[in-house]
């Protein structure tokens, strides 16, 4: 099970956590910003939900 876990620390820590509310988001920390859906120039990068609360 120990792997298990080692294996979804290593996938959690490739993805970006929103901003707002710190949930990973779909986006990988590696992807440039064209690339990304729901980054805020000058604040970072936000879920959907927090994207859609603040920008409707």
Do not use: F, I, P
């Amino acid at each position: 099970m120990d792997g298990q876990n080692n294996g979804m620390k290593q996938q959690e820590d490739s993805y970006d956590r929103c901003v707002v509310c710190g949930e990973y988001t779909d986006m990988q920390k590696d992807w440039t910003l064209e690339m990304r859906e729901h980054y805020v120039e000058g604040a970072g990068q936000l879920c959907g939900k927090c994207y859609r609360e603040l920008y409707k």
